[in-house]
């Protein structure tokens, strides 16, 4: 997933997906860590899950196989639209709403994207239109690879944790453990940042390149940052520490995952290194915490 040959594509998505997403947050009820406004990978592309409203609750599809977005309710009714390339972010925004209206579904977003590649209400976005299906297909054929090794690596471990799922403002796939230990927030910190890192965690995710690093590649943080976190060992060789906004992120490349002679295998030792380096240094009951397979 070479990031220069489909960035536009990647783009697009990222602000169709924010559009989604939005609607989750302002519908279903909140959760702790910001947890109900993230999508989850499908079979078939990235869904809400079920979202309540007044008559009962709907989902929201992406369909990457079928290249539509597709809304569901559980009255039976259901509408979709085609997605495909030269669909505008302004069109994919006008034709949501016009969909959810039909199925007697309202609601009203702040119609402006967070932390994304634009900054251009979304009603008033014609540039960004870019669908290539091939970059879809491989996006979505790898996010599913991916959730079945973070829900492997989830179920290792006894304490609080999210669920593997995908925030829209970054576009990556998380998963988060938690010590049970509140931490201190920045004076400076924002409501987001104040919900979401209340509490010590470890966090794990993948995604798909920015400017910063320009390839996919997993990572791993841990907040708040012990002392000498990046003198920890990662596995497997290829994977390093890097400095980012002042602290240190575990990065594993994503080619270098392809090339390992057991993928899956080296994936999840990274996650575990990068486990093991944050608990120790941050001082964890990690033994208490392993869940051990029978």
Same mark, same amino acid.
């Given at each position: ?29 909140? /959760? ?13 592309? !990235? ?34 639209? %085609?997605?495909?390339?030269? /669909?505008?972010?302004?069109? +994919? ?6 969909? !959810? ?55 290792? +471990? ?16 998380? !998963? ?39 390839? $996919?590649? +997993? ?13 920890? $060992? ?16 575990? /990065? ?7 090339? %390992? ?6 994936? !999840? ?7 093991? %380096? ?17």
């Amino acid at each position: 997933m070479p990031l220069e040959a489909w960035r536009s594509t990647k783009n697009t998505l990222h602000l169709y997906s924010q559009i989604v997403g939005k609607i989750r947050l302002m519908l279903h009820p909140r /959760l702790n860590h910001w947890w109900h406004v993230t999508l989850y990978v499908s079979p078939r592309g !990235l869904t809400t899950r079920k979202i309540p409203y007044e008559g009962g609750n709907f989902e929201i599809e992406f369909d990457f196989h079928e290249h539509k977005l597709k809304m569901t309710a559980s009255n039976g009714m259901s509408e979709d639209f %085609a997605l495909y390339d030269g /669909l505008t972010v302004a069109d +994919f925004y006008s034709s949501i709403f016009s969909n !959810l209206r039909k199925l007697g579904i309202s609601c009203s977003i702040l119609a402006t994207p967070y932390e994304a590649p634009s900054e251009t209400p979304f009603a008033e976005d014609n540039t960004h239109c870019s669908y290539d299906k091939e970059y879809v297909r491989r996006f979505h054929q790898i996010l599913v690879s991916v959730d079945s090794i973070l829900e492997e690596f989830r179920g290792r +471990f006894y304490g609080k944790s999210t669920p593997v799922h995908m925030f829209w403002h970054s576009f990556d796939l998380a !998963l988060t453990r938690f010590s049970g230990r509140s931490a201190p927030v920045r004076d400076e910190a924002g409501e987001v940042e104040r919900e979401a890192y209340s509490h010590e965690v470890i966090s794990f995710g993948f995604w798909f390149g920015d400017d910063n690093v320009p390839a $996919p590649a +997993f990572y791993s943080y841990t907040a708040p940052e012990p002392a000498g976190l990046a003198e920890e $060992p990662l596995l497997p060789g290829t994977a390093k520490w890097q400095e980012s906004n002042g602290s240190h992120l575990a /990065l594993l490349m994503y080619d270098d995952v392809r090339n %390992a002679d057991n993928p899956h295998a080296a994936a !999840l030792d990274f996650l575990e290194s990068a486990y093991q %380096a944050g608990a120790k240094r941050a001082g964890w009951d990690s033994e208490g915490f392993q869940n051990k397979p029978n």
